[in-house]
């Protein structure tokens, strides 16, 4: 048995791409025949046990608050992790491999299920730069550093999505054999839908969290600026902290062709309308609405980040903003609403091409299966 760990897996808790993709990866181990559990959380008592997401089944254990939090909440964390060990000493005999998807409270729980059980265990890094999960892991809110040594010491595998991941974990001492790169997957449209069409080339959205990190604020106020010009359309999807004030940038940019259409439950049925996809985060690791995106045909304008710096190639599969303030973004919408349809097109079939060839899930399942049975050999 696979046993997936994540902090947040439903509705209550969703924390956007992390959760998608262990959806995504869990859902196509599945259809191959794998065995694989999903091990989450909730903040509802009523959804806490046994469910099923599309044939995968999916553990729900209750705790207060988000268990990625930690900090304040570091108890609700607490909370959390000793109800998966209690279920991991429980089934031990049956699990041939943990998954942990990001570095938090989950990572410590996994750690000792090595040391005291030997079950292979493998930690996903979701995140690059300033905030990457190996750093988040040995803060004073864990166990500090002797925390994240003890991680390192019991982990026979940590995945990085993104090279500048693995440049993380390298300087915390994670040794090289130890990290394996196998980039986030999504599903390749096999319809003509992502076929290029001129008219998607004055049209953009911005499409996930409305967080601090995102920097969703500063780019609606940007795209309120442009968009008043009457250049571009630029639509957002999403919902989360911010979403004040971004009503309040596309209220002040009144005759601009901005608009807030909140929470989407499937991007793919909007993104073929589109040609732009907008990325102005201050920090990421592997974007899936830019990989989910590209499938799609769209072309991504981005900050220098982990996961787009590695992706994107500037002018061919996509453009990069100068930096993340207002009014760099501002002049990287300016000049994008300068392209010519026609080059657009040709960047559209480009970016598609290039995810295609790098971000198949059928290829990333396949890349885990084969390090599963590196890790535990069947007999």
């Avoid at 262990?22 to 509802?44: C, I, N, P, Q």
């Avoid at 004040?244 to 901005?258: K, M």
Wanted: include cysteine.
């Amino acid at each position: 048995m696979i046993v997936m760990m994540i902090c947040h897996y439903d509705d209550t808790n969703s924390s956007g791409g992390l959760d998608q993709q262990a959806r995504l990866l869990s859902r196509a181990l599945r259809a191959v025949g794998e065995d694989v559990v999903v091990l989450a959380s909730t903040r509802k008592r009523a959804n806490a046990g046994w469910s099923t997401d599309e044939g995968v089944p999916v553990r729900l254990f209750w705790t207060y608050a988000s268990p990625q939090a930690s900090g304040r909440y570091l108890p609700a964390a607490l909370i959390w992790a000793a109800q998966l060990l209690v279920w991991v000493i429980a089934n031990r005999a049956r699990i041939a491999v943990i998954h942990g998807h990001q570095m938090r409270i989950h990572a410590f729980v996994a750690a000792l299920a090595r040391r005291l059980f030997k079950i292979p265990t493998i930690l996903k890094s979701a995140l690059g730069g300033a905030g990457s999960d190996i750093y988040a892991i040995g803060t004073r809110k864990y166990l500090g550093a002797p925390g994240r040594r003890f991680v390192i010491r019991n982990t026979d595998c940590f995945v990085a999505t993104t090279e500048t991941i693995r440049s993380d974990l390298l300087a915390y001492h994670v040794p090289a054999e130890r990290i394996r790169l196998i980039p986030n997957g999504t599903i390749i449209p096999t319809t003509n839908d992502a076929a290029p069409d001129a008219r998607r080339a004055r049209k953009c959205l911005y499409l996930g969290r409305f967080s601090r990190e995102k920097n969703v604020a500063a780019l609606a106020r940007a795209a309120a600026r442009v968009g008043a010009e009457g250049a571009l359309e630029v639509d957002f999807f999403g919902r989360g902290d911010e979403e004040a004030q971004i009503d309040a940038a596309i209220r002040a940019g009144s005759g601009a062709r901005v608009a807030n259409n909140g929470w989407i439950a499937d991007p793919a049925t909007v993104l073929s309308d589109y040609g732009y996809v907008l990325l102005s985060s201050h920090i990421e690791g592997l974007s899936n609405t830019m990989i989910q995106a590209m499938s799609h045909g769209l072309v991504p304008v981005a900050t220098r980040v982990s996961g787009c710096i590695e992706h994107l190639c500037d002018g061919e599969t996509g453009f990069f903003f100068e930096g993340d303030d207002e009014a760099s973004l501002a002049r990287g919408l300016a000049a994008i609403a300068e392209v010519p349809p026609e080059r657009w097109c040709r960047m559209s079939e480009a970016a598609r091409r290039y995810a295609v060839e790098n971000f198949d899930i059928a290829a990333i399942c396949g890349a885990y299966r084969t390090l599963y049975a590196e890790l535990a050999p069947r007999g």
